[in-house]
């Protein structure tokens, strides 16, 4: 079957790859086609626009590009009609998918599946009304999802399992790096433990939480500070803030940092999820502009409790956030006191974490989902 896929950016190219591969696992005769990134042309097909040049964030950048967005989602519609798959499957990114599955929907007989929802249980959850009429199936990898779409919304889902669990889990059993290994390898003390810093994937999340994340760890002396360094950002970017400092930058290991800390600072997003994961106790450290107005935002406004996945997920709070008003160098430095070994939090927290893995599931998330999109294409040509 023809399998049309759309993503916006690293992390859907990412997992978009890994479904293609289970889609090929569960399909041979499966053939490609999608607007995605460099791992999904690894796996084959006809990669036909790169997401580098649908990714616009913040309201400027989108105002200025709009044109470009514009014509971007024009020739997608037609690039579907011309190839006229058997289906189209969108992972994330909805301010774009979800006008395509408007089309499709409107225009074809094409089926849409929705791999990974758009987090619209935060915010425009107005968008529900668009994905009942628009979405054909939903396949979620976060389980709190289940009962807001089900329950809330009436639209049955699909809960896959979760793609990050299966990574880390994958890479903790095979990784056998010593930690005298890994610090020989990156300039480290072997003889000092590590607090981890998780600082974001974007210029502006490094630059308004970083000089705080270190401000506070510095002051634990008998650790040393090891920053995760992004792909996407140049080591120059990062001495802005490090230089002087005796913070050490570690570049593309962020599991292998993770294995050998004991505990982290972390800015929010998929991060605070793999950094529970691997049972490192973490703070989340989240500074915005206006944090008054974002607080009464959060309480009034946004339409959940956490903004962490591993809260999230468990329901409540497992580990602390520090956002808006109580993004301050004195609580972070408090909260990261208690999760230290043999500080007052750190095991109830790692009792925690393993609730939140068990509430994840072991499944193989894009093989699972391959294996249900394949078997509903089949039996609706039966």
Known sequence: MRYYLIVGEASGDLHASRLMRSLKNADELAEFRFFGGDVMAAEGGTLVKHYRDLAYMGFVPVLLHLNTI????AFCKRDIVAWNPDVVILVDYPGFNLNIAKFVHAKTHIPVYYYISPKIWAWKEWR?????????EMFSILPFEVPFYEEKHKFPIHYVGNPTAQEVAEFR???????????????????RPVIALLAGSRKQEIKDNLPAMIEAAEKFVDYQMVLAGAP?????????FIKGTPVKLVKDSTYQLLS????????????????ALFDVPQVVCYETPVPKLIRFAFNHIIKVKFISLVNLIADREVVPELLADRFTTDNILSALRRILPGGAGREQ???????VRQKLGDTVAPDNAAHIMVDLLINRFL
């Open 232 to 240: 996407s950002i140049d080591d120059g970017y990062y001495e802005r």
């Open 349 to 355: 927290m790692l009792a925690d974490y393993r609730e």
């Open 128 to 136: 529900i009304k668009r994905i009942k009429r628009d979405v054909r």
């Open 70 to 73: 514009f014509k971007n989602m």
């Open 260 to 275: 050998h800390s004991s505990a982290a600072l972390v800015t929010s997003g998929t991060a605070t999820l793999e950094t």
């Open 173 to 191: 059993a095979s990784y056998d790096e010593t930690r005298e290994e890994f610090c020989a390898a990156n300039g480290l003390d072997a003889d």
